[in-house]
């Protein structure tokens, strides 16, 4: 059985950092095909920040994080990481990870490709 455990969320005021941690048990990260972060507000859709693909070392950002937030994996530690900084009020959500071994089921924005979730950890940015 796989879990996925976040952690690193907070509050901070605009143009800070933070960074979200995701320690995987029961699967190694480096066999993932994509390890990734989503990102949802109440009300709205789960939407794709970044993803990881664990074999080829690929990085996938959305438009709205790109040179501010970096993704990266510790495999020793079998842990995701997303680096967030110049943070803006619109990056307030729900943060989650999640991870999938599959090499089919979608691309790496779509939600419904990833078998695995964590729990979240929330992330607040004030003006």
Do not use: H
Not at 66 to 89: E, V
Not at 91 to 98: P, S
């Amino acid at each position: 059985q796989v879990q996925l455990v976040e952690s690193g969320g907070g509050s901070v005021q605009a143009g800070g950092s933070l960074r979200l941690s995701c320690a995987a048990a029961g699967y190694s990260t480096y066999n993932m095909y994509y390890m990734g972060w989503f990102r949802q507000d109440p009300g709205m859709e789960r939407e794709a920040v970044a993803a990881l693909a664990g074999r080829s070392g690929s990085i996938y950002y959305a438009d709205s994080v790109k040179g501010r937030f970096t993704i990266s994996q510790d495999n020793a530690k079998n842990t995701l990481y997303l680096q967030m900084t110049s943070l803006k009020p619109e990056d307030t959500a729900m943060y989650y990870c999640a991870a999938d071994w599959r090499a089919y089921g979608g691309s790496w924005t779509d939600v419904s490709r990833y078998k695995y979730w964590g729990q979240g950890t929330q992330v607040t940015v004030s003006s």
